[in-house]
């Protein structure tokens, strides 16, 4: 382990930004060999890692399949860390820029050069990829990074935090373990720009405490984000494709669908087709492998208040799939479940549920679904399934969201190429593709005069080069005489 790792706990943060930040001004900005370099290192540490942080992540949520950690982190960086590798040179070459005809001597480019000391903030829903992907971007725009792994998922935090420490100095890469308090001193710190994943609530406060430093802030925050049915297209494409995407990591992933609009004439058929589609995915009941449980007793007590709340005000609430009973068998385990008719002003109809539960409502027109949307948060995510029709148009005309799936849930996620952010109390700014590799970088522009520089003909004293320059450009004086 790096000498200077030994002692990471007993440094501070504010310490340890001080030590990067003079590491930083210190030395040549990375080059291309060495950002791919650094991407290598952690891309293998990730791999060697692996059965730990399986271990761990199911440790700290009480139970988490392998596969799913598998498939829904450890796939995830590596493909964005061989797409950063990829793509690289591309993203740091600098842009040319259009020069006026009067500066047509000179040349203009933006450069893109490391900001310096990027924040990331993860949270526990997905604690590896979400601490991970981040800090491959910061090192991909050539920073440094230091990193606040959730105290919710602390077996993972720890794991992460010796993995790191055997592949990168304390002046390059380090990680900060602690709680609620930790988080915010770190929030309050002068970085170079901020990366903080989690809810809107929190969001607020790390925004306020950033502003203090005018830290640039990328936030990446929740919301309720809906699925619309269209009319007719209750089918087992459909019905596969919500089921995935609200029941993976037990619904506590940020672009899950939240709520679900189903035309009036579909909802018997959706709820049959959501209870069959559960039972295939967990055919020996909600106590099987592949079903994730809730990270924590407060989460799963929140949950339950939830449910409790809906049915006191007369919803109507559907467990599904085969043996739900069996949840009890497993300690925070929540049946996948349904809310059928529950009011606007029901708390699972305001808040974000991050949890296996998926309430429902119905409408009759597009027009009526888009109302709907306008009147709430604009949400991180939007999910249609029906035809490309007009009726799809319209709402991707007439709504505003993070992303959209058509057709499909929460994978757009995985598409590397394709910027992922929200907007207003869904977050602000975006990470992945170039986005990512841009907002983590400061765009410099650069002006080289040639040597024929005509603005020099143009200031004072003031003749007839300067008459007909203007003339030029703004045409011949009119006289109103």
Known sequence: MNTLNQVNKAINASDLLLLQRKAFLQTEPPSLKQRKANLAKLRAAVIEYREELQVATSEDFGHRSYQETDVMELVGIV?????LSRNLRRFMKPERRHVSLFYRSATARVEYQPKGIIGVMAP???????????????????NRAMLKPSELTPRTSDVIHRMLAEIFPLDEVAVILGGAEVGAEFSALPFDHLLFTGSTPVGRKVMKA?????????????????????????????????????????????????????????????????????????????????????VNERHYTRLQGLIDDARKNGARVIELGVKPETAKNRARTLVPTLIVGAKDSDAIMREEIFGPILPIRTYRTIDEVIDYINERDRPLALYYF???????????????????????????????????????PSGMGAYHGIEGFRSMSHAKGVFDQGRWNFPSLLHAPFGKVMGLALTITLGKKKSKV
């Open 386 to 424: 029906g035809e490309k029709d007009e009726d799809c148009k319209k709402l991707l005309r007439r709504t505003t969201s993070g992303n959209v799936g058509i057709n499909n849930t929460i994978i757009h996620v995985a598409q590397d190429d394709l910027p992922f952010g929200g907007v207003g």
């Open 124 to 142: 526990w829903n997905y604690p590896i990829s979400l601490t991970l992907i981040p800090l491959a971007t910061a090192l991909a725009a050539g």
């Open 210 to 294: 950033a502003s203090d430093n005018l830290v640039p802030l990328t936030l990446e925050l929740g919301g309720k984000s809906p699925v619309i049915v269209g009319r007719g297209h209750v089918n087992a494409r459909t019905m596969t494709s919500i089921a995935y995407g609200k029941l993976s990591n037990g619904g506590q992933t940020c672009v899950a669908p939240d709520y679900a609009l189903v035309h009036e004439d579909d909802l018997e058929t959706f709820i049959e087709e959501y209870n069959a589609t559960v039972a295939r995915f967990y055919p020996n009941g909600p106590d099987c492998d592949d079903y994730t449980s809730i």
């Open 79 to 83: 493909q964005s860390i061989d797409y």
